[in-house]
Structures are given as structure tokens and as C-alpha cells.
């Protein structure tokens, strides 16, 4: 019997049946979890199909309205900039003025001094007092 080539092909043939027995069981539930996740991927493709697009118009959108708020901030930065710089050749005008005037009075109350002094002073010698 263990030399028959019948029994061995015999024997082949039942653990043959038997391993894919096994691998239909195993593969069954394996097959429907397979299903499961190719519906639930659909259906997710069919969300991201629907809500993909208006996200990424509305992200555009956004973009566009940060664009423009940088350009008006850079526009608010540069006039208060140049506001600034005006102030300060008004300021620099001024000091220059405020140091001109200064001057000018120093000169006048020195030429009233002088004027005093000469006023005031006594008669030279040799001159007859009045």
C-alpha cells in the first residue's frame, strides 16, 4: 500500500482539497473585508470629489484677500513713513530757525550793550562838559 501510486496520488489529491478548503475559509472573510474597504474608499473619493474643489476655490479666495490686506498694510506703512519723514524735515527746519533767531537776538541785545555803553559814557578829555 505505502508503494501504490494510487494511494499517493489519492492522498494528494484529499490534502490538496483540504488546503484549499482552508484557504477558501480564510479567504472568504478576507474578501468581504476587502469589499467593505473598497466601498468605504469610494465613498470617501465621492466626498472628497464633492467637498475637494469649493475647499480649494475658498483656500484661492483666501490667499487673494491676505494679498491684498499685505498691500494695503504696505501702503499704510509707506504714507505713515513718509508722514514721519515729513515731521522730521519740519523739525530740522525749526531748530535751524529757533538757532538763526538766537542768533539774531544775541546780536541785538549786544548792539543795545554797545549802544548803552557808548550813551552812557563820560565825555572824553579835552571835551567840555555841558
Known amino acids: 500500500?505505502?508503494?501504490?501510486?494510487?494511494?499517493?496520488?489519492?492522498?494528494?489529491?484529499?490534502?490538496?482539497a483540504l488546503s484549499l478548503t482552508a484557504i477558501?475559509?480564510?479567504?472568504i472573510p478576507v474578501l468581504q473585508e476587502i469589499t467593505r474597504a473598497a466601498h468605504s474608499a469610494e465613498k470617501l473619493f465621492d466626498t472628497l470629489q464633492r467637498e475637494f474643489p469649493p475647499t480649494l476655490h475658498a483656500i484661492r479666495?483666501?490667499?487673494?484677500?491676505?494679498?491684498e490686506l499685505t498691500d494695503e498694510i504696505d501702503s499704510g506703512v509707506k504714507s505713515a513713513s513718509d508722514m514721519v519723514k515729513q515731521v522730521d524735515n519740519s523739525l530740522n527746519v525749526t531748530q535751524t530757525q529757533i538757532k538763526k533767531v538766537q542768533n539774531g537776538t544775541r546780536r541785538l541785545v549786544k548792539g543795545f550793550q554797545v549802544g548803552w555803553k557808548t550813551w552812557n559814557r563820560s565825555p572824553l578829555r579835552g571835551e567840555k562838559k555841558d
Open 24 to 27: 477558501l475559509i480564510v479567504a
Open 1 to 16: 500500500m505505502v508503494n501504490d501510486p494510487l494511494f499517493w496520488l489519492s492522498c494528494s489529491l484529499f490534502f490538496m
Open 61 to 67: 479666495l483666501t490667499g487673494l484677500e491676505i494679498t
